[in-house]
């Protein structure tokens, strides 16, 4: 038999990462941040989005919205019946519009879990900041904790995002890591915490807490004059880049941070109103400015306890 273009089998595109995130028209946010950082780590990616503004909401006018629930459902189903999904290896989720999404993908990841044993969910809970508050719908928070965080091997909030998840303080290191450990429940192993404790910055410095059910990190990386939106979705977008692609989560957090001061260092430089991204990845050893500080925890008698810090002067490994 003579092989025509017709008779040929079509392998469906081979997907290593699905981002379910924010969409942007103008803006360097959500999906229009995680796609180029995770392809630039050489992964593939379907992006799914959730809303579809022209710009984020800091700005005098925006239009645009949360995508209908079941068209969100039905991009997720598609993507499993076009057989896409053969190579998955991760899904990294982002700002939602609605309660209505968690539900829905919390219940395709679920599936995915049920069949894939080595999936691996790193779940951002984007709520909002020190600076703006909350600026999700406000049953998102009861959202996350009830369906996503469940299915989360690592969460990635902030510091305001992880007090509103928690209800406890996160003022210093100590409060930071105590509430993060309230969430290391069933399949989460991990928390990231960025812009972790602000008034315990040195100078030029911000902290972001690394935390597990038995250590916890401190990686401190320069602070750049510049506040563009969208560091937070760089973050976790490099960080499960970089850890897919077999970093220890301590050396993934470390490149993620040193992916965002060279981003920032960009955006500063160009004077530019949102996040300049870099044209390449950065290198492990460029920039010397990121490191970390173990907490080593010190069981006293009658089962108190107390952080104490131990210096590491050299960089994290790479």
């Not at 941040?33 to 992964?43: D, Q």
């Not at 189903?77 to 190579?87: F, K, P, T, Y």
């Not at 809970?125 to 049953?139: E, K, L, N, S, W």
């Not at 870099?278 to 108190?304: D, G, M």
């Amino acid at each position: 038999m003579i092989e025509t273009p017709s008779s040929r089998v079509s392998r469906p595109l081979s997907l290593e990462v699905v981002s379910v995130q924010s969409q942007v028209v103008y803006g360097r946010v959500g999906n229009n941040v995680a796609v180029p950082t995770l392809e630039s780590l050489g992964l593939s990616v379907a992006a799914v989005p959730t809303v579809v503004f022209s710009n984020t909401p800091h700005y005098p006018t925006m239009h645009g919205g949360a995508l209908p629930v079941e068209w969100f459902e039905g991009y997720l189903q598609d993507l499993s019946a076009r057989g896409a999904l053969h190579a998955l290896r991760a899904v990294l989720a982002g700002y939602l519009g609605n309660p209505g999404q968690a539900e829905v993908l919390a219940r395709w990841t679920r599936a995915l879990q049920a069949e894939r044993a080595g999936l691996r969910v790193v779940i951002d809970p984007v709520m909002g900041d020190h600076d703006r508050g909350i600026y999700v719908d406000t049953g998102m928070a009861e959202a996350y904790r009830q369906h996503l965080l469940p299915l989360a091997h690592g969460l990635t909030p902030n510091g305001f995002e992880l007090a509103h998840l928690t209800g406890r303080p996160v003022d210093d290191m100590e409060s930071v890591v105590a509430a993060a450990r309230t969430l290391l429940t069933g399949r989460t192993q991990w928390i990231a915490v960025t812009s972790a404790a602000p008034t315990t910055w040195a100078d030029g410095e911000m902290q972001v807490v690394f935390v597990t059910r038995e250590q916890a990190h401190v990686i401190t990386h320069a602070r750049i004059d510049a506040v563009p939106k969208g560091t937070g979705d760089l973050f976790s977008a490099a960080l499960t880049g970089h850890w897919l692609n077999g970093a220890t989560l301590p050396e993934a957090i470390a490149r993620a941070c040193q992916m965002i001061v060279q981003a920032l260092r960009h955006t500063h430089n160009a004077q530019c109103a949102e996040l300049v991204l870099p044209s390449r990845v950065v290198s492990p050893q460029a920039n010397n400015q990121t490191h970390a500080r173990e907490l080593v925890r010190i069981r006293q008698a009658f089962s108190e306890s107390h952080w104490s810090h131990r210096s590491c002067n050299t960089p994290l490994p790479t």
